[in-house]
């Protein structure tokens, strides 16, 4: 059984800064690929970032020069730092993995809260 959890969410002022992470476990053969996707509230869900299995990095352009994904491969653990937060950032933050085992499916965490007060 594959996890993923979550944590670093909260509420920011605008142009402050928060760190995402996003540790998974359990059975697997590999990772294909980490990120995180959020929604808004009557938006649907969409890439913010996401890490491949060969270091490539994907950025929703909202997000180039302001937010970083990184991974821990010891410790299966994805980041992501949210720097210069704007108000239009708040969201639900969802943590992905695209696993192999059986067979090679998506996984979700849970979901973060991710507020920016402006």
């Known amino acids: 059984q594959v996890q993923l959890v979550e944590s670093g969410g909260g509420l920011v002022q605008a142009g402050g800064s928060l760190r995402l992470s996003c540790a998974l476990s359990?059975?697997?053969?590999?990772?294909?690929?980490m990120g995180w996707y959020r929604q808004a509230p009557g938006k649907q869900r969409e890439l913010v970032a996401a890490?491949?299995?060969?270091?490539?990095?994907n950025y929703a352009d909202s997000v180039k020069g302001r937010f970083t994904i990184s991974r821990d491969n010891a410790k299966n653990t994805v980041y992501l730092q949210m720097n210069r937060l704007k108000p239009e950032d708040t969201a639900v933050y969802y943590c992905?993995?695209?696993?192999?085992?059986?067979?090679?499916?998506?996984?979700w965490g849970q979901g973060t809260q991710v507020t920016v007060s402006s």
């Open positions: 992905n993995a695209d696993i192999s085992y059986v067979v090679r499916r998506d996984y």
């Open positions: 359990g059975n697997f053969f590999s990772i294909n690929a």
């Open positions: 890490i491949l299995r060969d270091g490539r990095l």
